[in-house]
């Protein structure tokens, strides 16, 4: 049982190139979510799916678009990337309000 | 503005000893919290939790203590090992969904 599973797990970009993070979780949870984690910040969310076939924005959307492609899989693009975009990312999963399940995380530098 | 927040940013422990992690909350409707540890390269790894409607949550070697009052939320660990050196996060769901988290506190357990 993977749980939840992201790739990459490094990715260097230069500014301006475009690309997309890719989750998926095994557990059968209706809501997924994507996270950045900064030095000194804790985690931020940048969208979420309460349920297959919706998302929503969280409190850091800007510079990113999401797709919720089926119930197991949750995608996060970057369409032009900024170095302000270097970050730890996060993909986490759930059911209902359970704890989130979080992946191991991308770690991308934008240069 | 951050609604979740912990004390301290680090805390040093000597082996054996019990530990304890403060987190300061102000969102006064929020009504589930979750404490994650989070080891070095990887994922935030869920602790424990707790709801608005107890003050005290008991799991392996671990106590959350929830102070409404004052909305403060702490998390004891007893014993603490080397193993429990990470970076401890609380968490407050704040509705819809997502959680907001606090900027963390690295515990550094001493031999």
């Known amino acids: 049982n993977a749980g939840v599973t992201q790739t990459p797990k490094f990715q260097v970009l230069k500014t301006g190139q475009s690309m997309t993070l890719q989750c998926a979780q095994d557990?059968?949870?209706?809501?997924m979510y994507w996270y950045r984690q900064d030095p000194g910040m804790g985690l931020r969310l940048i969208y979420y799916s309460a349920s297959e076939g919706t998302t929503d924005k969280g409190e850091v959307p800007n510079g990113y678009n999401v797709s919720r492609l089926n119930k197991r899989e949750f995608s996060l693009r970057l369409e032009s990337a900024a170095p302000s975009q270097t970050s730890v990312y996060f993909c986490?999963?759930?059911?209902?309000?359970?704890?989130?399940?979080f992946g191991n995380g991308t770690r991308l530098t934008v240069t | 503005g951050e609604s979740v927040g912990l004390h301290l940013p680090t805390l040093s422990v000597q082996e054996g000893d019990n530990s304890i992690i403060n987190c300061a909350y102000s969102n006064s409707a929020s009504d589930y919290f979750i404490w994650y540890k989070q080891e070095s390269g990887k994922g935030p790894q869920f602790i424990i939790d707790i709801r608005s409607n107890m003050d005290k949550r008991q799991g392996q070697r671990v106590t959350v203590l929830l102070n409404k009052t004052v909305k403060h939320l702490s998390l004891q660990i007893a014993a603490t090992q080397p193993g429990d050196s990470a970076v401890y996060f609380c968490a407050e769901n704040s509705g819809d969904y997502k959680l907001s988290f606090g900027a963390g506190t690295t515990v550094t357990v001493r031999a």
């Open positions: 986490a999963s759930s059911w209902g309000d359970s704890p989130l399940h």
């Open positions: 557990m059968n949870h209706n809501s």
